[in-house]
């Protein structure tokens, strides 16, 4: 107990240190230099940030338009359903082969949009991929710049790259 009022007292009798008021005579005649290297990590994070946002857009615009092609595709194929069962409870020959000429165009524009519906899944499954990739590469880029590693931010860099060619790779 008698240690530590020893100490306490030692604490506030500790001399103060004066002030020092900031005017224009006493900065510094050059400012401070941070490193390049340093310079590049901050540059590289926050660009690898930007891409990430840009890339988690991407994915949201391509996931609608998936849903969008898909439902569409649904859509399709139900009119196309009901032309079937137009076409065989018909009695007149002449409506009866109208009805057969649309399912034939019907068909044929629902494949379409099966196809496109599945090309937009694929597309949206590359770019959750790319989207990872470059949220990952970012942190890691964040994480060396932080601990002001060159290589943990070229491995963030390197991370953001590919996915980036992720993103990209559906919409070539």
Known sequence: MLRFFFILRLCYNQPQMPEKKFSPDNLPAEPAQISSSTDRNALATVILGLLSAAAILLLIYQANRALQLRIEAAEVWSDYQVKIVKATTEQDPNLRQQY???????????????????????????????????????????????????????????????????????LI
């Open 100 to 170: 057969d000429e649309e399912q034939d165009v019907l068909r044929q524009h629902a494949q379409e949009l099966k196809q496109n519906s599945a090309n937009a899944r694929y597309a949206v499954k590359f770019s959750g991929y790319g989207a990872g990739l470059l949220l990952l590469g970012t942190a890691t880029a964040s994480f060396g710049f932080l601990l002001k590693s060159r290589y943990i931010g070229h491995a963030g860099l390197l991370l953001g790259i590919i996915g980036i060619g992720l993103s990209i790779k559906p």
